[in-house]
């Protein structure tokens, strides 16, 4: 029965003399039956270790009465040993039984396993390409290789769209990670250079065993980094100061983090691709020129560095009639694509709402029933939430976005520089810092309502006088936020507003400098705006009883104002917007009226009256004997519109002060020729 068992069996008595030996423990030791009977020790019939260590254990076997194990291990076996009395009938131990299996490979097999796990854990924890790489050649030095360099396709390093399929010939490998046990220990980069191509790793996608490549001995391993049919580079693993060589255990092994370090480079190379792609669509999104009359803007856009990629950051600085500007800045649900194009939906909302002239509540409360359209429309409830995928490191997901606006903010201010006024309304955005000339910066008193898209209540706007020179910052909540500052933010942003010697381009710098030492997890905006005015030198006003032979005495008035402007090429033209504009409002409007000429950027006229009715412009019948005076002004100005107060409306127009009264004059001259008797 022994020695048909699977395990070696051996017994000793109370004198630890060996008596006993089945074929198992036979084979192992290679000793005889008469072996047995020449009274040999321990130290001879045992494989393991010094005999001394068995006898001990059995020694304690016996004087116990308890059985024990232990692991043993001999050069490159691991032995499993078990001890047990052999009891009489009076219940003394008057034997030990000795029983040994070799578990050398199921050790094995467990130490590769907690290894691939231990590494596979170690690569992967950011979307980036680099610290990818170096987590690898990490993992691997010196558990698994005595040195690990991995290289990579440089198209993958440029985040260039690659299609499955082999290499090129010409493609050209970089160095991008390397660690070793050597005098190099620690040196993880080697400058990005060019790397020999193995045209069998890149063409094949197949790995590479090398035994005693030198003269010294050793072993390599090269090994393809690949996912999803696409090659992004190689790992080579050697060895040189263990014995034992790479073998085909240890391939597959390497194959299998060569994996998973291959789907956490192609997560990393698609991220940034997606990234640029969305960058640059933010950045497209986003105003050119911020330089306007009314105030000198200066602003910055600083990306996050989170592993959810870019945010929804976003301001705009948008002309207004009468020369007044919109300072708007706001923050988009999302992240990458998804912020891009809710921020560009909001955007083009704002700005169309915008051309309405809206008040700053009323603004907010359309592009609020905008917000909740958009939910409406895309099913979604409540404001969107990050949602982390099951397997980033497969499938490249990492987050989910409602395709909503529903949860993002914005901030809307009208600045007014001839009346230094400014009217301001936020949906659930920070309000912004305001600093006088030499004061200290203080957060303007704002109700701030709930996000777009959370609630159907009705915003509620805040008008302000600002200082001339001031200086009004809007930012984004990443720019109080940043890891590095925390809640000291905020008298940061304060202690740089508040010196006056810096223009907006120089507050911006050193806010970014002070409060940005590292990359922001989340989007940080930040928009700066000088207040200027627009003195009495640049405005003329007249108030009119509204009689209809005031008109006349219009023109008089218009041509004297440009002589003393020096805008006396603009005189036909100017004269015959205000007469029409002048002659709409007696005729149809109602007193007061008033006309004011603005001279900006563009040579601004503008009429007001007490009456909310909205003119059209249309092209006049043959048989009407008016209704084309709408028609001039719009063919011969820059643009026109009308914006509404509490009570009235004004009419306005605006023309290019560079503008040729020579031109002007013959296109007029053709449009009447053009129009019915």
């Not at 790397?195 to 590479?208: D, E, H, K, W, Y």
């Not at 030198?214 to 049919?229: N, V």
């Not at 440009?562 to 002659?583: I, N, Q």
């Amino acid at each position: 029965m022994l020695d048909e068992g699977p395990v070696a069996i051996s017994v000793y008595d109370s004198d630890l003399n060996f008596v006993l030996q089945n074929a198992q423990l036979r084979r192992i030791s290679g000793l005889s039956d008469a072996d047995r009977r020449r009274g040999l020790t321990v130290s001879d019939t045992m494989p393991g270790p010094e005999g001394g260590a068995i006898r001990r254990r059995q020694r304690d076997v016996l004087e116990s009465g308890r059985p024990r194990t232990d692991q043993v291990h001999e050069d490159d076996h691991v032995w499993a040993e078990s001890l047990f009395p052999l009891v009489s009938t009076a219940g003394e131990p008057f034997a030990v039984g000795h029983v040994i299996l070799d578990v050398t490979e199921r050790v094995r097999a467990r130490e590769r396993l907690a290894l691939i796990n231990d590494m596979s854990s170690r690569i992967g924890n950011e979307l980036d390409l680099v610290q990818t790489a170096d987590e690898l050649a990490d993992a691997a030095v010196p558990e698994f290789a005595d040195s690990a360099q991995v290289d990579l396709l440089g198209s993958v390093l440029d985040g260039s769209e690659l299609a499955p399929g082999p290499v090129a010939a010409d493609a050209v490998l970089r160095r991008v990670a390397c660690q070793s046990v050597g005098p190099e220990a620690g040196a993880n980069h080697s400058g990005n250079g060019p790397c020999a191509i193995p045209p069998r790793i890149l063409a094949q996608g197949s790995p590479v065993l090398l035994r005693e490549p030198e003269p010294g001995g050793g072993s390599q391993m090269i090994m393809p980094l690949s996912a999803r049919g696409i090659t992004l580079g190689t790992v080579v693993f050697a060895r040189w100061s263990r014995p034992e060589p790479f073998g085909e255990d240890d391939l597959l092994l390497a194959e299998q983090v060569a994996a998973r370090a291959g789907a956490c480079l192609d997560n990393a190379r698609r991220y940034l691709c997606e990234r640029a792609a969305a960058l640059a669509l933010q950045r497209s999104l986003l105003p050119r020129s911020e330089s306007r009359q009314a105030v000198e803007v200066a602003t910055r856009y600083m990306p996050a560095s989170g592993p959810h990629g870019l945010g929804g950051d976003w301001f705009d600085v948008i002309p207004l009639s009468g020369a007044r500007v919109a300072l708007v800045m706001g923050d988009a649900v999302g992240d990458g694509l998804q912020a891009a194009v809710t921020m560009g939906r909001l955007r083009t909302a704002v700005r169309t709402l915008a051309d309405l002239d809206l008040e700053p509540d009323e603004l907010l409360n359309r592009l609020n029933d905008q917000a909740c359209r958009f939910v409406s429309d895309h099913g979604v409830t409540g404001v969107p939430s990050r949602t982390d995928a099951p397997d980033r490191g497969v499938d490249g997901g990492g987050v989910a976005f409602d395709t909503s606006a529903a949860g993002s903010t914005c901030l809307y201010a009208v600045y007014d520089p001839i009346s230094l006024r400014c009217v301001l309304a936020s949906a659930g955005h920070p309000p912004p810092l305001l600093a006088a000339p030499g004061g200290k910066p203080e957060a303007v008193d704002l109700p701030v309502g709930p996000p777009l898209g959370a609630s159907s209540l009705p915003f509620e706007a805040r008008e302000i006088a600002l200082p001339e020179g001031g200086t009004l910052a809007l930012y984004t909540d990443g720019l109080l936020d940043h890891r590095d500052g925390g809640a000291a933010n905020p008298e940061r942003l304060r202690s740089v507003l508040a010196r006056p010697d810096l223009t907006p381009e120089a507050i911006c710098d050193a806010v970014v400098e002070t409060m940005t030492t590292t990359a922001p997890d989340d989007d940080a905006t930040l928009l700066v705006a000088r207040l200027r005015t627009l003195g009495p030198d640049r405005l003329a006003v007249w108030d009119l009883h509204g009689e209809s032979r005031e008109v006349a005495g219009v023109r008089a008035l218009v041509r004297r104002q440009l002589v003393e402007w020096g805008l006396e090429h603009l005189t036909f033209t100017t004269e015959l917007v205000a007469s029409e504009l002048v002659t709409n409002a007696i005729r149809y409007g109602s007193a007061p009226v008033q006309l004011r000429l603005i001279r900006d950027q563009s040579l601004i006229c503008e009429v007001s009256d007490g009456n909310s009715t909205s003119p059209h412009l249309r092209r006049a019948r043959t048989t009407d004997e008016g209704g084309r005076g709408l028609l001039l002004v719009a063919q011969f100005t820059r643009s026109w519109g009308t914006r509404y107060a509490r009570r009235g409306k004004t009419i306005w127009a605006a023309q290019s002060v560079q503008e040729n009264e020579g031109d002007i004059a013959q296109d007029l001259s053709s449009l009447m020729e053009s129009m019915p008797e």
